[in-house]
């Protein structure tokens, strides 16, 4: 089966740590013959931005192969305080990424949010869509008045 991952916690060379359960469970995939491709946006970050996460953001690879897992990370503008705007951005960004490879037979937001943002996308476009939560990252999101009908749509 051919997966196309969208998750905004991956693993990166400066930040190996980061989202290894999410690696873990898709290096996994495809050892069983899946063919898994992984879509990890990443906000535009100039190279001499002053915080150190910023700095590991702004060099992570756009492209590379970790274990056999070909993970891409298209940039997209993140505005502070904007966290609809930013989530809707996110997902616009992973779907921009979509049509680079083969047509994938089912997307997963793996770590539900931002990436359910782009449910509805999905759903106009005939593409079966999985959203995996793990907890924090819908309760969290869920708890804030603002993006809670934006989840529970996405959700839906």
């Known amino acids: 089966m051919r997966i196309a991952v969208v998750t905004s916690l991956f693993p990166t060379p400066a930040r190996p740590h980061e989202g290894i359960f999410a690696e873990q469970r898709w ?27 910023w700095r590991e953001i702004a060099a992570a690879p756009r492209r590379e192969v970790r274990d056999g897992v070909g ?6 503008l993140h505005l502070p305080r904007r966290a609809r705007a930013n989530a809707r951005a996110f997902a616009a960004c992973a779907l921009r990424a979509l049509p680079s490879g083969p047509r994938p037979q089912v997307v997963v937001a793996d770590y539900a949010w931002p990436a359910a943002a782009a449910a ?22 869920a708890a ?7 989840l529970a749509e996405a959700l839906r």
């Open 71 to 76: 993970v891409d990370r298209p940039r997209y």
């Open 144 to 150: 804030t008045a603002r993006l809670r009908p934006l």
């Open 120 to 141: 509805g996308a999905l759903r106009a476009e005939g593409l079966p869509f999985v959203v995996h939560g793990r907890g924090s990252d819908v309760l969290q999101v």
């Open 27 to 53: 290096t996994r995939m495809r050892q069983r013959g899946h063919d898994v491709r992984v879509l990890h946006p990443l906000p535009r970050a100039p190279r001499w931005v002053g915080p150190r996460t």
